[in-house]
Every structure is written in structure tokens, then in C-alpha cells.
């Protein structure tokens, strides 16, 4: 881990491996992933962020906590592209 580095993302390997997604391992130790079709991986194969506090110390970013992002359905995201809240079903 890179001592400049202000965010932590721990990944969900095996459900990002189940998808598909492919995973190596550089000369230098650092885990590489092409990502998706666009050379991201969608954060619903985040299982917590986190962010640098102090020298030494970590805590979730808000809206992270530790809890893991599914894909939005369909009625979320034309919602959210309203304005307004899903509604649970």
C-alpha cells in the first residue's frame, strides 16, 4: 500500500471474480484489474471504503460503512434521476 494513499477500497473478490472481472498481481505487489467494458470496477464489488485519519488511522467514508452497494434497480435509478427516493416494494 502506497504511504501517499488517502482512500482504502477492500474489494469483494470472490463476487467480482464470480462476474468475471480478472485480477493480477504486479512485479511490484500491487492487484490490478482491467475492470469493466469503460476500465472500472463498479463499486457493487466494494465491500467497505475507508479514509486516512492522522498518520495512522482509518474510518469508513460516510455513505460507505461498511456495507456493501448492490446494483440499483431500474425503479431506483429513474428515480434518482428524478430527484427523489426509491420506494420500497
Request: charged letters at 25%; a negative charge; aromatic letters at 8%.
Amino acid at each position: 500500500m502506497r504511504n501517499s494513499a488517502d482512500i482504502f477500497i477492500f474489494i469483494d473478490l470472490q463476487k467480482a471474480l464470480d462476474a468475471g472481472h480478472k485480477f493480477q498481481l504486479s512485479a511490484n505487489g500491487v492487484i490490478l484489474t482491467s475492470g469493466n467494458e469503460k476500465g472500472f470496477l463498479p463499486p457493487e464489488f466494494f465491500s467497505r471504503v475507508e479514509r486516512r485519519v492522522g498518520k495512522s488511522g482509518r474510518e469508513p467514508l460516510p455513505g460507505w460503512e461498511g456495507a456493501a452497494h448492490p446494483k440499483p434497480s431500474d425503479d431506483a435509478a429513474q428515480s434518482a434521476q428524478a430527484g427523489s427516493e426509491p420506494t420500497n416494494q
